[in-house]
């Protein structure tokens, strides 16, 4: 078998076979096939895509191409959450404790963020003393005790697929969904959990801008988990402007926080509820929508959910009294406000760009070797739809400078400002199983 014919079968629109793609990634990864030969067949994908079975054989190979986590050892049926990412995107804080506390086992690997703010674990660490690192007993003993763990991805899991994003995103072969999704699913697969629910995010803050997109997206990522023997499913939602109030790393551990405390921030009320019911009833803990959803109100109302996250902070080297104190969380040393220009309704927020004016603040990483610092962020006081006046703040930056001028340059960029109220986005458009 020759990579000059697997490529020029793709290129001419032909369906590679699973030994074409074995043949390929097991070269790729030992480093038998150059990179040049790779770029050509992802173009060639790019240009021609992959039918269901190509990209579930795809993703397949690229699981078997390093490590698996065992989680069988783990009692019940192990469910795992995935988001596409946003900004403001704090749900795995409120949905993980959440479902735990119905019930539902939830073992889950997380990394480090590279981007506007920090990843789960960068967030988590603004709590003094927790920690991700534990020994896979530690870990398992810790699902079976407290339905919730979270640790940091080992260095061996689908290593194709760490190649291959590389290539791709020096190739301009990135946007192409058979190669998105077989990466995400990759790692979720090889991450040994029984079942997935998937947030795929669509909006100015999302890497799928348009809906169109997203469902294609989301419809191939479901496709492959169910070929694979996992239970599924994805729910689009929206992120075309922040989810909630809060964009950081402490500050945003505060608003999951509140939440489960039962304060009705809205959006992360509702999404964490929605992706919550999906996980409740794939888990087998409750027969239907309804009795899921039920269930998770009432484990906020009464307190339960709440308790569920102190239980699991604590057993990882958590200080849980910050939970009751969030002074004790990181704090930066200036709060400094960004005006609105002109008096209007907010029509629109970019995003991406609030996310960026965070990065600025360093609650980001613009290189992996960057610092995160826990403090900073940014606090939303107006969010579409929402009147404001002249010279009334649009945001509060959390800064460890009076000035944050790039960053107050970036909101006023992000914010427009009409006459006329916009027509309102749904949360959630779609959900695939």
């Known amino acids: 078998m020759r990579m000059v014919d697997i490529i020029e079968k793709k290129r001419n629109g032909g369906e590679l076979t699973e030994e074409e793609i074995r043949f390929f990634i097991e070269g790729y990864t030992e480093g038998t096939i150059p990179d040049y030969q ?109 339905k919730l763990a979270v640790a940091g991805q080992t260095g061996n899991l689908a290593p194709a697929d760490k190649k291959l994003y590389a290539l791709r995103d020096v190739t301009a072969t ?20 029984d079942g997935i629910v998937l947030d795929v995010k669509t909006g100015s803050g999302a890497f799928m801008k348009s809906l169109e997109d997203a469902q294609a997206l989301a419809e191939t990522m479901v496709t492959i988990g169910n ?24 500050n945003e551990i505060k608003e999951a926080v509140e939440v489960l405390q039962g304060k009705n ?7 964490s509820l929605e992706l919550g019911t999906h996980m409740a009833v794939t888990a087998g803990i409750f027969e239907n929508d309804q009795e899921a959803r039920k269930a998770l109100e009432e484990s906020i109302e009464s307190g339960a959910a709440f308790q569920a996250l102190k239980t699991f902070v604590d057993a990882q080297g958590g200080d849980a009294s910050v939970l009751d104190d969030m002074t004790k969380l990181p704090e930066a040393a200036f709060d400094v406000e960004v005006p609105a220009l002109e008096s209007g309704y907010v029509s629109a927020i970019d995003a991406a760009a609030v996310g960026t004016a965070a990065m ?60 006329e109220k916009p027509e309102s986005r749904p949360l959630i458009h779609k959900v695939i199983k």
Not at 174 to 193: C, E, N, Q, W, Y
Not at 265 to 271: I, M, N, T, Y
Not at 368 to 391: F, M, P, R, S
């Open 265 to 271: 921030v809205a959006d992360l009320r509702e999404l």
């Open 38 to 146: 790779v770029s050509a067949l992802m173009m060639a994908v790019y240009f021609k895509g992959m039918s269901e079975k190509e990209t579930s054989t795809l993703t397949q190979a690229m699981v078997d191409s390093g490590d698996t986590i065992d989680l069988s050892s783990i009692e019940g049926m192990k469910i795992d959450k995935h988001s596409t990412g946003g900004v403001g995107d704090k749900i795995s804080f409120i949905v993980g404790p959440l479902v735990a506390s119905v019930g539902v086992p939830v073992a889950k690997m997380s990394g480090r963020g590279l981007g506007h703010t920090g990843g789960t674990i960068d967030k988590l660490e603004s709590i003094p003393g927790f920690h991700v690192e534990m020994t896979k007993e530690q870990f398992v003993e810790n699902v079976n005790k407290h």
């Open 227 to 250: 070929r694979l023997g996992r239970r599924t499913t994805a729910v689009i939602s929206d992120m075309d402007q922040p989810l909630g109030f809060e964009v950081g790393n402490a």
């Open 360 to 419: 600025y603040l360093g609650a980001g990483r613009a290189t992996k070797d960057d610092t995160i610092d826990h403090g900073v962020g940014i606090t939303l006081k107006k969010k579409t739809g929402d009147y404001v006046e002249k010279g009334e703040a649009l945001v509060v930056l959390h800064s460890q400078s009076k000035d944050a001028d790039d960053s107050r340059a970036k909101i006023t960029e992000a914010y427009s400002i009409s006459p």
């Open 174 to 193: 990135v946007d192409s969904i058979p190669l998105i999704a077989g990466s995400i699913m990759s790692k979720k697969l090889a991450s040994g959990a």
